[in-house]
Nanobody, 128 residues
């Protein structure tokens, strides 16, 4: 059974940094991708970034490009989202999710409905 668990959220001032972690378990091959999404109060879930575990290729949403970095470690069992220069509009619950049986990412991130498994979110609050 594939399981994911996000952690690392917290309260930070604008301009600060946080690193989120997603613990991944249950995969027996590397043909999967891990994505980060976020959902602010009253808003729809938003795509943030994803990474293809097999080759480390990544895609970012325009809203976070240049500030956030996604990476993987431990053969894909941990996926990080390093968030720098945080802004109040980054405040949201952040979720990690798995997309199975994929060998290339393409130019944009798949929508939430295409992902196969989700972890519980972690809250990030950025104060101004």
């Amino acid at each position: 059974e594939v399981q994911l668990q996000a952690s690392g959220g917290g309260l930070v001032q604008a301009g600060g940094s946080l690193r989120l972690s997603c613990a991944v378990s249950g995969f027996t091959s590397d043909d999967y991708a891990i994505g980060w999404f976020r959902q602010a109060p009253g808003k729809e879930r938003e795509r943030v970034s994803w990474i293809l575990i097999r080759d480390g290729s990544t895609v970012y949403a325009d809203s976070v490009k240049g500030r956030f970095t996604i990476s993987s470690a431990d053969a894909g069992n941990t996926v990080y989202l390093q968030m720098n220069n945080l802004k109040p509009e980054d405040t949201a619950i952040y979720y990690c999710a798995a997309y199975w049986y994929i060998t290339s990412l393409g130019p944009t991130m798949a929508p939430a409905g295409r992902f196969d498994a989700w972890g519980r979110g972690t809250l990030v609050t950025v104060s101004s």
